[in-house]
């Protein structure tokens, strides 16, 4: 297959020159990813993208997986990977200098300036295409990249195809996010199909042996202690100062020397245990005996980091830990790794919310009854001069998802319709700005397609569930949880849509859902 020969320094000029013309070839997006000329982030993303023929959303979502687009002013994370595209340089991982390598900067610029660092990162993604061989037309599929993706995270086998599965996830459910700045970086969803290759079989399928609610990978034994020397009685609450995935992977890398007993991501709150409860985890020095450890995907300094899925999640764990290991639900007992006895750690910081996690390893899920903002019994039809709920509903799937629909004021403007309109038109609706059935079926099915069948539970089944109403056009009551009516939704869709009826949700089931049928 065609092979590119590296890009060096002093051809870029020609390459910028052409930018305006290749960047939006280059990405496969559409048109409403393209940035503006005055955002420096943005059009570091589209240069990179444009130079090295890496489509320019995935290069921004590999990006925002790594560290949400925060360079952290050169300081390394705790994996020592750099800048926002986490470059890394450590015993086993040498990211950082293969980037300067190929790109012809020096590591110190590598690490400190954002453009130079962007560049890195789309030169890495590009000798590990070419190194599996995708010609020029498989470049331009994004859904081709996944084994790149994967290779791109350092990793091995299941923790390489978590990390290019949380990067996919970012594109399926689009990203909006503003920098300190106040530069506004968008990726658009789109429905997602990656070609795993090999990786398929490398999914995380064990499921841990102490919280069957968490996956299991486990650290390498060089990185904790079998056994216990003293009795359970506190949890310690860190922020892992870098990705999940890349957490995961530095502690199944012996060189590390540390580890916890469990890590859970931001986006979804999504738990992975890594240290069995009974054996003592390195994450807390003169604490590890006594004390389970849960680290946070994120970085101290940034609040964007700590979702509400990640408190919920992780508090439910803690609240399941307490009740397993008789430990009291408080403050003394539940604490962070910066009050641990002799740690000079500062995690989780000022911005980690303990008001509201205590509230929620005490039983309080802080929910109320009020309505999640998305969920109606029914969707009616929102265009130019729509006012209300609904009309906020749509601004916020929209926003969400990429597509700029501007303030979340509930009325249905010139901003929201061009946004509806761009919304259509990458989803092949008639794009007139109407959110009408298809396109409410649309717009709250995109996202991640996980099989979904009687008994599943989470945020996908709620995804379903409200998309359902707007194709069916009666409630199905959007709770999170697969029952008996939700499978005969299910079965009355796929049969009025002539697919296969099993009320199991995969692949053509989504198909159908995100393209608004």
């Not at 991982?93 to 190929?102: D, I, P, Q, T, V």
């Not at 000798?127 to 996944?146: F, K, N, S, V």
Request: contains cysteine; neutral net charge.
């Amino acid at each position: 297959m065609a092979r590119r020969t590296a890009v060096h320094p002093g051809s870029r000029a020609t390459a910028l020159a052409a930018l305006t013309v290749t960047a939006l070839l280059a990405t496969g997006s559409p048109a409403t990813a393209a940035p503006a000329a005055a955002d420096p982030v943005n059009r570091a993303f589209a240069q990179a993208a444009a130079e090295y023929g890496v489509p320019r959303d995935l290069l921004t979502a590999v990006g925002y997986g790594e560290t949400h687009l925060d360079g952290h002013a050169g300081l390394p994370s705790q994996a020592g990977g750099y800048g926002v595209m986490h470059l890394v340089s450590n015993p086993v991982n040498h990211s950082l200098e293969r980037a300067a390598a190929l790109t012809g900067e020096s590591a110190a610029t590598l690490r400190r300036d954002t453009s130079a660092n962007i560049l890195g990162g789309a030169a890495l993604l590009r000798a590990h295409a070419d190194a599996l061989g995708l010609d020029r037309a498989e470049r331009r599929d994004i859904d081709a990249w996944y084994p790149a993706v994967a290779r791109y995270s350092g990793a091995r086998d299941a923790t390489a195809a978590l990390y290019a599965d949380t990067v996919y996830t970012f594109l399926a459910e689009g990203l909006r996010t503003t920098l300190p700045g106040g530069e506004q970086v968008t990726v658009t969803s789109r429905p997602v199909s990656p070609e795993k290759g090999a990786l398929a079989a490398a999914g995380v399928t064990a499921v841990s042996p102490d919280y069957p609610a968490a996956l299991w990978v486990p650290a390498n034994s060089a990185n904790y202690t079998k056994g216990r020397s003293a009795t359970v009685d506190k949890v310690v609450v860190h922020v892992t100062q870098g990705s999940y995935a890349g957490t995961i992977s530095w502690f199944q890398d012996p060189a590390s020397q540390v580890s916890a007993h469990y890590v859970v991501r931001s986006s979804d709150g999504q738990i992975t245990q890594m240290v069995r409860d009974s054996d003592t985890a390195w994450h807390a020095r003169s604490a590890n005996s006594s004390s389970l450890g849960i680290e946070h995907e994120g970085w101290v300094d940034n609040p964007a980091w700590f979702t509400d899925s990640m408190y919920r999640s992780s508090a439910a764990l803690t609240r399941h830990l307490c009740d397993r290991y008789g430990i009291p639900k408080d403050r003394a007992h539940v604490i962070g790794h910066s009050e641990a006895p002799g740690n000079d750690h500062t995690d989780p910081g000022v911005n980690w919310n303990w008001t509201y996690y205590m509230q929620l390893v005490g039983g309080d899920t802080g929910g109320g009854s009020g309505s999640d903002g998305l969920s109606f019994t029914s969707y009616s039809t929102q265009q130019s001069g729509s006012t209300g709920p609904q009309v906020t509903a749509v601004q916020r799937l929209l926003n969400t998802q990429g597509y700029g629909a501007g303030a979340e004021d509930g009325v249905f403007g010139p901003g929201t319709k061009s946004a509806a309109q761009a919304f259509q038109q990458a989803r092949g609706l008639t794009a007139d700005g109407v959110v009408g059935r298809r396109t409410w079926t649309a717009l709250l099915s995109a996202g991640t397609t996980p099989t979904l069948t009687q008994g599943s539970s989470g945020d996908a089944v709620k995804r379903l569930q409200r998309s359902l109403t707007a194709a069916l056009g009666s409630t199905v009551a959007a709770d999170g949880a697969f029952g008996p009516a939700t499978d005969t939704a299910v079965r009355s869709y796929q049969s009025s849509r002539t697919l296969t009826v099993d009320g199991s949700v995969g692949p053509a089931t989504w198909a159908a859902l995100q393209a608004g049928r």
